[in-house]
């Protein structure tokens, strides 16, 4: 089961898959796996750690590995928020609004 699979229920819908991923935290790693960077659902750093053998490195590479490991972390954050919205368009109703009785509002037969 996605995490996304209640979003068409009315009673926890967008609203709360939004909430459960800004209370979520990502992972992100650079590419030679020297940092880790934990990101918060809202994209901020949360908790950056660092493996034994960045001692060994240059600053300038330290430096790139941790932003790199932030870029992942909020990678997987804004993928978390795409996958939501596609859950979200799919679960559309795919039929025009009816009539409202609303001056303004839909027409009847769905007609704008």
């Given at each position: 089961?996605?995490?996304?699979?209640?979003?068409?229920?009315?009673?926890?819908?967008?609203?709360?898959?939004?909430?459960?991923?800004?209370?979520q935290?990502?992972?992100?790693?650079?590419?030679?796996?020297?940092?880790?960077?934990?990101?918060?659902?809202?994209?901020?750093?949360?908790?950056?750690?660092?493996?034994?053998?960045v001692?060994?490195?240059?600053?300038?590479?330290?430096?790139?590995?941790?932003?790199?490991?932030?870029?992942?972390?909020?990678?997987?954050?804004?993928?978390?928020?795409?996958?939501?919205?596609?859950?979200?368009?799919?679960?559309?109703?795919?039929?025009?609004?009816?009539?409202?009785?609303?001056?303004?509002?839909?027409?009847?037969?769905?007609?704008?």
């Amino acid at each position: 089961m996605s995490m996304f699979d209640d979003v068409d229920l009315p009673a926890v819908g967008v609203p709360g898959a939004l909430d459960r991923i800004r209370s979520q935290t990502f992972t992100g790693r650079d590419p030679d796996n020297l940092v880790t960077a934990e990101v918060t659902g809202d994209g901020m750093v949360d908790r950056i750690t660092f493996a034994a053998t960045v001692a060994t490195r240059r600053p300038p590479a330290v430096a790139t590995a941790v932003l790199a490991a932030i870029a992942d972390g909020q990678r997987q954050g804004v993928e978390a928020l795409m996958e939501l919205a596609a859950a979200r368009d799919s679960s559309e109703p795919d039929e025009k609004p009816v009539g409202d009785g609303i001056v303004g509002g839909p027409s009847e037969g769905g007609n704008a």
